[in-house]
Antibody, heavy 121, light 110 residues
Framework: RLVESGGDLRQPGGSLRLSCAAS????????MTWVRQAPGRGLEWVSG????????YYAGSVKGRFTIGRDNFANTLYLQMNSLRVEDTAIYYC????????????????WGQGTRVTVSS | QSVLTQPPSMSAAPGEKVTISCIGT????????VAWYQQFPGTAPRLLIY???KRPSGIPGRFSGSKSGTSATLGITGLQTGDEADYYC???????????FGGGTKLTVL
């Protein structure tokens, strides 16, 4: 199970940290990812991180502004969001990689319920 | 504009079959497995198909997937009103080093 938290209202240029608490599986053995969905829009991948945390990837739209991280002792995934823009407004989902190991990012089999981020002045 | 191309909407009658296409390029579908997701309004996506044609446990056999070259297809047979949802394809794109999704297909069962 995955439970996101941390979503809130921020002004443009602000910061926010999302968390995703994992349970029911061996967290450290699976890559994790963040996917967002703007109101009325489709899915957009944001970032992914390997099971060890040693490798991470970012969508071009957030590179340099967002940082993904994980704490394998606390079974928690994070997304630090800086320099927020209006276009970052979305529901943010964390999701578990389907494949055991370092991560393939080819399929995500467990999703959280999402946390809402609104960026507006 | 999404990297993977899906029809925005499709409709069919209960009991019929529908196929949803997903068109990509050599750097994504041409070189990687595809996954399909189902999403009902206000809920998180659910994995329907992975590795092109495999179903996770709990997904009915009415759902099937296939891939050929840079195109993939999701098939749903014996349509039910409960299948009304948005469907997304997704895969890894080697050229951008990231996950790409289709724009989604809204399926109406009428």
């Amino acid at each position: 199970r995955l439970v996101e938290s941390g979503g809130d209202l921020r002004q443009p240029g602000g910061s926010l940290r999302l968390s995703c608490a994992a349970s029911g599986f061996s967290f450290q053995n699976f890559a994790m990812t963040w996917v967002r969905q703007a109101p009325g829009r489709g899915l957009e991948w944001v970032s992914g991180i390997s099971g060890s945390g040693g490798t991470s990837y970012y969508a071009g739209s957030v590179k340099g502004r967002f940082t993904i991280g994980r704490d394998n002792f606390a079974n928690t995934l994070y997304l630090q969001m800086n320099s927020l823009r209006v276009e970052d407004t979305a529901i943010y989902y964390c999701a578990k990689d389907h494949y055991y190991g370092s991560g393939s990012y080819l399929a995500f089999d467990i999703w959280g319920q999402g946390t809402r981020v609104t960026v507006s002045s | 504009q999404s990297v993977l191309t899906q029809p925005p909407s499709m409709s069919a009658a209960p009991g019929e079959k529908v196929t949803i296409s997903c068109i990509g390029t050599s750097s994504n579908l041409g070189n990687n497995y595809v996954a399909w997701y189902q999403q009902f309004p206000g809920t998180a996506p659910r994995l329907l198909i992975y590795d092109n044609d495999k179903r996770p446990s709990g997904i009915p056999g009415r759902f099937s997937g296939s891939k050929s070259g840079t195109s993939a297809t999701l098939g749903i047979t014996g349509l039910q009103t409960g299948d009304e949802a948005d469907y997304y394809c997704g895969t890894w794109d080697d050229s951008v080093a990231g996950v790409v999704f289709g724009g989604g297909t809204k399926l109406t069962v009428l």
